[in-house]
């Protein structure tokens, strides 16, 4: 792999020598089959890797100088052994997150990661503010059991982040999601994305993922969201994110900007720059989304050496390099230097290719079947 | 004697990069901190069994163009990293 690296002339100094973060899948199993689930039906969906093997890949990554870990899964808060693993990476130096469907957390497991001190937040999926919009997807009695999991890690005082994945049957309840959450609840912030083409997603498309018209709902309301509780609601992608960076492409065109810096190419994605994923069964993948490219299996390959010289993984980061007017599906688009391409996840899954733009999040597929930018309509 | 001879937090990570520059990173505050080449090398020499001049005794033969303050600048630094947890002397049983 050195060697093809080397030939490649990739200047390694423009990353990392290690990861700084790494996305653990802990576990391939999950109490829910939640129907937009990114997981299952993927690549991912593998057999889970005793506690062990997930010991010594942490020496490893203490070795590297790794300063967190994300699990997620699955549903991480299903292993009979998460005090170990956690205890396994404080021991290791290491501060970590958990992501999860919330219905799991007791106060025991809380207590525990409060004492850790080690944890920068428990994530919990909350989709409505009451349990039939919630369960629509998820299933009956989860709402209840994930409110009373964000419940009792406020009583632990450990950190809590919500995120709200928007789709056709809670696109009408924003308002009351926000108000759950931030003023009910009493969070400081949520975060929001919406249903993607992957895993059970992809089997469910029709009934979850959100038209052109629900989709200009959402960033609508989403902004007017904005107006009232300001940056308490964020999103790095989805409805929120796009309403927000089409705004910006927009306003790009009508001044008439030559280009918007650091745009034009497929730059959609700095994860690999930073962070690298593992999936329940060992293997060292690039992104917990891109699950089919293996890069190779913890505690067999080195962690560094995939890191700085796996050609599958410089791949993806020289993504960068590649013009959109490279494709077809960019030709003649008045936002081609306004643009990053977006998620290469996203791309693969629709499309079965990496190196190419996303049509997911295609301003222009967006108003060519009808859509309209939020600002429009708030005005 | 441990009194003078600091040693660094075993808690801390020390994140190189291939310019030679580096990160601290305290898992128990998330805090981080940026350290120069000559920083780095401090830091891999507080292991206990030097004294302050000892370490500024490395940082003069292994660095080029020394200023006459280098050994405030030395003590400074320790101090620092002390006063940041990042670093201490061992405590005699």
Redesign the interface.
């Known amino acids: 792999m050195t060697q093809a690296a080397a030939s490649l002339g990739r200047e390694?100094?423009r990353v990392?020598?290690?990861p700084?973060s790494v996305d653990i899948d802990i576990t391939d199993r999950c109490n829910l089959r939640c129907r937009y689930c990114y997981f299952f039906s993927s690549s991912a969906d593998v057999k889970d890797l005793p506690q062990e093997e997930w010991l010594k890949f942490f020496e490893e990554l203490n070795r590297c100088?790794v300063?967190a870990a994300c699990l997620a899964g699955g549903e991480p808060f299903i292993r009979d052994d998460l005090k170990d693993i956690l205890a396994g990476i404080?021991r290791n130096?290491?501060?970590f997150s958990i992501l999860s469907n919330g219905t799991l957390i007791n106060d025991d497991i809380a207590a525990f990661i409060a004492s850790t001190?080690?944890c920068?937040y428990v994530q919990v999926s909350i989709d409505g503010s009451i349990p039939i919009t919630h369960d629509s997807f998820r299933g009956k009695g989860s709402f209840y059991k994930a409110v009373e999991g964000i419940r009792c890690l406020q009583r632990n005082k450990v950190a809590v982040a919500v995120r709200v994945t928007i789709h056709r049957q809670n696109v009408h309840d924003l308002e009351n999601i926000a108000k759950l959450l931030l003023e009910d609840i009493g969070l400081p912030a949520f975060s929001t994305n919406s249903a993607g083409y992957m895993g059970l997603c992809q089997k469910n498309t029709e009934q979850v993922q959100l038209s052109t018209e629900d989709r200009h709902l959402a960033m609508t309301t989403l902004l007017k969201l904005i107006k009232k509780y300001g940056e308490r609601i964020n999103a790095a992608a989805g409805p929120l994110a796009e309403a927000r960076g089409w705004r910006e492409m927009e306003e790009a065109r009508r001044r008439g900007l030559e280009s918007l810096p650091g745009r034009g190419t497929l730059v959609g994605c700095g994860c690999t720059f930073d962070k690298i994923a593992v999936r329940a069964d060992g293997v060292i993948v690039p992104c917990n989304m891109l699950s089919h490219i293996e890069l190779g299996r913890i505690n067999t390959d080195s962690l560094a050496d995939i890191w700085q010289n796996h050609e599958a993984l410089w791949k993806i980061r020289e993504r960068r390099a590649i013009p959109l007017s490279r494709f077809d599906f960019c030709r003649g688009c008045d936002y081609i230097h306004y643009c990053t391409g977006n998620c290469p996840a996203l791309a693969y899954s629709l499309l079965g290719e990496v190196d190419h733009p996303s049509p997911d999040a295609c301003l222009r597929k967006y108003l060519a079947e009808g859509g309209k930018l939020a600002e429009e309509a708030a005005d | 004697m441990a009194e003078d001879k600091p040693v660094v937090n075993p808690s801390v990570i020390l994140r190189e990069e291939f310019d030679d520059w580096a990160v601290l990173f305290d898992p128990d505050t998330a805090e981080g901190y940026a350290l120069n080449p000559v920083g780095v090398l401090i830091w891999k020499h507080l292991d206990g069994s030097r004294t302050v001049d000892e370490v500024v005794g490395v940082v003069k033969v292994n660095c080029e163009d020394v200023p006459p303050e280098v050994a405030d600048h030395c003590r400074e630094f320790i101090a620092d990293l002390v006063k940041q947890g990042l670093a201490g002397y061992e405590v005699a049983k």
């Open positions: 390694q100094a990392m020598r290690t700084k100088a300063t404080v130096r290491m501060r001190r080690r920068d």
